[in-house]
């Protein structure tokens, strides 16, 4: 038999971690989970390293990585130069972390020329370009996208030249606030924010999913991974959640791929394509579906696509901005120091007053303007504070 693939999963214990663990659960003479890194949550990683004795673990919290080697008596790594020593030393790195944390990560793991089954879209978002740069330097390096709507697309593209498309349509449930008028939008509250209508994810990628920014982080995660213009990629809504997207071929075909909204499928896919094995899951049945509907986003009531498809034409520096002034709005929004809506007025501001840095883009750059874009957001939400 087979030695098993060994697996690197970061972001172990969040929702995509999670999903992960069942996979190899299911899995478990295919993969052998070779390490486990999160930011601080030690109960969980104390759990996981029981279920996994041999898997070596990170934690990000310097304290918290004391903590779990206390529970766990195993050594634990600490920092980023933990999670990137693990990062090199696997065959496949699941990258499950949230946030523009798991850029530096997905670029190690290219350096290493790894298979990436990747998660985490912040990276795309933040670094694309740089990503795929690093990619056609380490020829051995793959990613294969976990995210829904992207797995889909790679499951219908299988292979096929850009040439071949036309467009690409990226399904979006429309979350909590599809059917919301827009003046109401001002009385959304984070529980009503963080109550999405089909799927259970973790707090962040729910609350862009509620203001939309999620689908726009998805065109920009589209634009880099498939090579295709923002003017092929288009959004549709899609409430069932069923079909998680589609190509349309420059013949006239248009193929989708359907299933349950589960994560677990992508993630086993992205883990194993070409080959598909067997996953104990919901089977979708066709009688039950009864109606599938499809219609065009409202760009008015969410301003954060509109936001991100300009962020994303206008390309340098701009969707590192987007990304990382998102990130802190997002996050004052859990706070609940700031409203819905400051969340895309945030954004705007930032991406008007964060210059962009000409000449040719590099990591440096992308992370100067990070850098900047989090202050200034930070600024935007103090003063939000204050007036309030
Ligand atoms: P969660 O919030 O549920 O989990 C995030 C994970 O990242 C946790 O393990 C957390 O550790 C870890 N983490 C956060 N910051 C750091 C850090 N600085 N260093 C190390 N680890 C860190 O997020 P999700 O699982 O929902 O999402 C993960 C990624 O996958 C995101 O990019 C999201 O957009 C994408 N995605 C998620 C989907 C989903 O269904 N959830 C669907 C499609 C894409 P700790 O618990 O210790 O804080
Ligand atoms: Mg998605």
Redesign the pocket.
């Known amino acids: 038999m087979c030695e098993p693939e060994s697996l690197c999963l970061?972001?172990?214990?969040?929702?995509?971690?999670?999903?992960a663990l069942d996979v190899i659960r299911q899995h478990n003479r295919r993969f052998s989970l070779h390490s486990a890194?999160?930011?601080?949550?030690?109960q969980?990683?104390a759990e996981i390293s029981r279920e996994h004795p041999n898997a070596k673990l990170?934690?990000?919290?310097k304290n918290?990585a004391l903590e779990l080697q206390k529970i766990t008596g195993k050594n634990v790594l600490a920092g980023?130069d933990g999670?990137l020593e693990l990062v090199s030393e696997c065959d496949l790195v699941l990258?499950?972390?949230?946030?523009s944390?798991?850029c530096e990560p997905t670029l190690k793991a290219i350096e290493c020329g790894k298979k990436i089954a990747l998660?985490?879209?912040?990276?795309l978002v933040m670094a694309g370009a740089i990503i795929k740069e690093a990619l056609k330097k380490n020829p051995a390096a793959k990613i294969t996208p976990?995210?829904?709507?992207h797995n889909a697309i790679f499951q219908c593209l299988a292979g096929r030249g850009t040439e071949e498309v036309e467009n690409l349509l990226i399904t979006a449930s429309g979350g909590p606030f599809r059917e919301l008028p827009a003046e109401k939008f001002s009385q959304i509250t984070l529980k009503d924010a963080l109550n999405h209508p089909v799927?259970?994810?973790?707090?962040?990628?729910?609350i862009?999913s509620a203001s939309m920014m999620?689908k726009g982080?998805e065109v920009i995660e589209a634009h880099f991974l498939f090579d295709i213009p923002y003017e092929q990629i288009k959004v549709a809504i899609h409430p069932q959640s069923i079909v998680h997207s589609l190509v349309q071929f420059r013949d006239g075909s248009l193929m989708a791929q359907l299933g349950a909204p589960d994560?677990r499928i992508?993630i086993l896919c992205a883990m194993t394509f070409p080959e598909r094995l067997f996953l104990e899951t919901k089977r979708i049945s066709l009688p039950e579906i009864q109606n599938l509907t499809f219609y065009e986003p409202d760009f008015k009531k969410f301003p954060c696509l509109s936001l991100a498809y300009k962020a994303g034409k206008a390309g340098g520096t701009r969707t590192a901005v987007l990304n990382a002034a998102n990130e802190i709005l997002v996050n004052a929004f859990i706070q609940e120091k700031i409203s819905f809506l400051d969340i895309p007025h945030g954004i705007e501001h930032c991406l008007a007053k964060i210059e962009e840095q000409h000449g040719e883009l590099n990591l440096e750059k992308i992370l100067f303007v990070d850098f900047s874009a989090r202050e200034e957001a930070k600024k935007f939400v103090e003063k939000k504070c204050w007036n309030t």
């Open positions: 970061l972001g172990a214990t969040g929702s995509i971690g999670c999903s890194a999160a930011h601080s949550n030690v969980k990683m990170a934690l990000f919290d918290s980023m999670l990258n499950g972390l949230t946030g944390v798991g998660a985490n879209k912040e990276t976990v995210d829904s709507e799927w259970s994810m973790g707090k962040k990628i729910t862009d999620n982080l994560m992508p």
